[in-house]
């Protein structure tokens, strides 16, 4: 499967934007699904996750509150609504996704996670 980040850009601290990422592939309402960033001279963290029922979420404690993470089967995409964004959210987000799995998990290691998109840059200014 091949996945394709978009939505990221330059906001000020306390604003909104949603990331999303489009998905080739025929199941990819099977995938489990996260989030993960990289801020710069710092190693890719999780940021949240999806099980591929979409009943279950996870996410890291520094956004949760913030951020929300859903996705859209029909449309093969995976989204992550980031409200009150602070500077210390700026980072390149990836999406990735994980086959097979169980329906209900959400996975939170980068090595849980069999493909990725290519990331893109969200930077918070004060």
């Known amino acids: 499967v091949q996945l394709r980040a978009s939505g990221g850009g330059l906001v000020q601290a306390g604003d909104s934007l949603r990331l999303s990422c489009a998905a080739s592939?025929?199941?990819?309402?099977?995938?489990?699904l996260g989030w993960f960033r990289q801020a710069p001279g710092k190693e890719r963290e999780f940021v949240a996750a999806?099980?591929?029922?979409?009943?279950?979420?996870y996410y890291t404690d520094s956004v949760k509150g913030r951020f929300a993470i859903s996705r859209d089967n029909a449309k093969n995409t995976v989204y992550l609504q980031m409200n009150s964004l602070k500077p210390e959210d700026t980072a390149v987000y990836f999406c990735?996704?994980?086959?097979?799995?169980?329906?209900?998990?959400?996975?939170?290691?980068?090595?849980?996670?069999?493909?990725w998109g290519q990331g893109t840059l969200v930077t918070v200014s004060s």
């Open positions: 990735a996704a994980k086959a097979g799995g169980t329906y209900y998990r959400t996975y939170l290691g980068p090595g849980d996670y069999d493909y």
């Open positions: 592939g025929r199941t990819f309402s099977r995938y489990s």
């Open positions: 999806i099980s591929w029922s979409g009943s279950s979420t």
